[in-house]
């Protein structure tokens, strides 16, 4: 038995909603159940009727059976027991609750000092508009590819790219450090290539390289990357950590913009009835990790999302979120320069288009890109 | 189309097995697909008949189909697409295809190269026997609980267990940096309780922070946990990175045991048709990312893994993989006193228990301590 405890707390509290799928009269036992596991993980019987019991197990609000197997729960948990910090945070919502069957994180809110705590995104969608003067066009992006080519072919690349007029020249996600295309070299060239387009067009364009690195190279890359003339970084959370990429977000030693991959989290969101919600994991969560602009497979593509599910990440990438910035959904997957119109028509404006491989069938890359280009304007 | 290209390559491939579930006439056309998504991940067809199609596509080693919706694959890849990173060996293993529908990572085998650039454990089962003073009985630990006391009785607890002979007390995974037990505070008085107890009884028990720390802090507690005399330290790798608990554990200035948690990875093998298999996620990779102990929730918990399940991780963590030390499975999950004797008889001496809460329904939390140390011995 734990003696009982008085605990102070300021009374704000993070919400959070849970789809339980089974029998509904089950419901309120297992919702109880997520409010210890997310907390206390202990033998609620062995707590005694106090402030651990009042404050610290979280608070089911409500309850509503939506389907003959399907349960909707909300629960809020008090601010602190995240200690002001996204991995625990993370760990709050949904680490030990990812282990249980059938319980799906369908909505999550945080209170503005936690917010505030976290930074959220530097740019979004008004500073990305303003760094590519583009006050109402969706944004351009491609990728460098494929793995195997030197970093002079890349660096090639990415000058037709740039001088094409594509705002956003990401390495491909699995461009990492290869003897193909080693880091250092890769980056130096293409952001070297980028500049001299940009200095011969009058262009914007910047080079976002990817930072998939080992735990101790990280700051390092970045490092080299950023001296290079990097624009942009391009961050695989489900890899790095959300932590990492939302530290890069918000310190003022890095200051350019983030862009969320979701490569490894798509089994968080590949089961109907557990894992987290598209909107969740690809919108809410990667704002709190700061992303200025998050990829995500569209639907339609080689990938498995829906359009209700490509348009609820849209949708929690815009709305107000803890004061956070809305950032740009990046639809991307295989996407085709015949598809732009379908997209944007989707979409709305506030978007950014990613199109890779598909660039590469035109007569040149410079006209691939300068054909997306004016496909936009 | 992309020029062609020449690779050199050593030969050594990494081999990976992924199931896919769907009509086994399309699976060829699938596999082929994933040996290009997770390489290169353009367009095929405009690539030459080079290197790149040759060695850095992904090759099909085998496709079997092994029931009426299911095919079995056997995919290699040069080990130069990883750059001899873990980073970037998940991301080839799993990165997109995380995204695809109905393909479940099954198995992965890496050359010996690559395992000797990964590091690996440093401990392993042999290390922790002997600094147990442990050569044959299965290990024991707990967890200190709950959130919500203050540190100096989180501190009472680590000295009772660790003078009623509990090998590791690791902080509850929970346990981050909240104002109740602030994480230096917490720390340094329960690391030394476990030290003031192990004076007292000759014992050799430990203290396994955990270090659930934001992208910036980890090194700094990590340090203050070290300074303090932790023994050894819980991560949390699918919150915090692979790549970090990878990282502690090869380097020399570290030099304690690792203990892997799962919080945040139950996701990834959630669904029967996709995600991660349980050995490869709780076995193999924690093997590869150094964890020394792998903790999972034991089947008849309240969890939601079965008995066969929970073997395939006591195998992959036992089994020769790539020269790396084997490793203690972990089970836990509201495990109880009552099962000790039916784990060990299921799991064999070469295993960690770990019970929490349960041992606080005894007498005193050290009678429990020591009635579960002589229940193993």
New interface residues.
Partial sequence: ???P?E??VSGERIRVAYDLTGPVDEAPERVA?ICV???????AD??ADD??RG??IGRIESIEAVGPELSHAEVSYAV?????????L???L????????DVKLTDVSIPESLARALGGPRFGIDGLREMFDAPERPLLST?L??????PD?LADQAFELAAGGIDMIKD???L?????AGFEERVRACADAVRRANEATGGRSIYMPSI?????LLEERVRIALDAGAGGLLI?P???????M??LAVRDDIGVPIMGH???????V??PT???AHDVMYGTLMRYAGADLTIF?NYGG????SEAECASIADASHRPVAGFRPIFPTPG?GMTMSRIGEIVEFYGNDVALLI???L??GRSLRSSAEAFRSAIE
């Fill in positions: 038995m734990i003696e405890t605990v102070a159940a596991e997310q907390t206390i993980e202990f033998p062995l707590i402030g651990i404050e610290i602190e027991t995240t200690g002001g910090e996204l991995p625990q993370l760990n709050v949904f680490g030990n609750t990812s282990l249980l069957r990728a590819k494929p793995m195997g080519i030197a072919r491909d996600h699995s990492a450090n290869q003897p193909f998939n690195a080992p735990h101790r695989l489900g890899i790095t950590g959300f932590d990492h939302r530290d979701p490569a490894f989290l798509g089994s968080f590949s089961s557990g894992g987290i497979p080689r990938f498995s999302f997957g890779g491989g598909d590469h069938r």
